[in-house]
């Protein structure tokens, strides 16, 4: 258990067409204008989906979340992108910058800001 919690820091969240494939809690990526879809292994999200309702998703852009994790992912400035299973991994080229805070590598989560 975390003795800090970073839950909704600086929290931007944005209104967007979703395709049918965007569920609550998964890492989105932009696919048209003003519209979101989920993401293949290695996009470039945009952000964390929170809510799903009528053909719109609220999805936050900006500050700190927890996401699930493929892999390792490191702490501190990293590059991560898409895993492909709603959740993100450390990038092999380009990815998404953002500060990785926290860890939890038994429950394959990381609190990570964008």
């Known amino acids: 258990m975390s003795k ?11 209104t967007f067409a979703a ?8 890492v989105v ?3 048209a204008n003003g519209e979101v879809g989920a993401c293949s292994a290695n996009d470039a999200f945009a ?3 929170l ?15 927890t996401v699930s994790t493929t892999g390792t992912v490191s702490l501190g400035r990293v590059s991560l992108a898409a895993d492909g299973s709603g ?6 080229t380009g990815g998404v910058p953002a500060l990785v805070v926290s860890v939890d590598s038994a ?6 800001c964008l």
């Open 4 to 14: 800090v919690s970073f839950d909704d820091i600086g929290a931007v969240v944005a």
């Open 19 to 26: 395709k049918d494939d965007v569920k609550p809690g998964q």
């Open 51 to 65: 809510s799903t309702r009528g053909g719109f998703a609220g999805v936050q852009v900006r500050g700190f979340f």
């Open 29 to 31: 990526k932009i696919t």
């Open 47 to 49: 952000g964390l989906a």
């Open 87 to 92: 959740g993100v991994q450390a990038a092999s």
């Open 107 to 112: 429950a394959k989560t990381a609190v990570i």
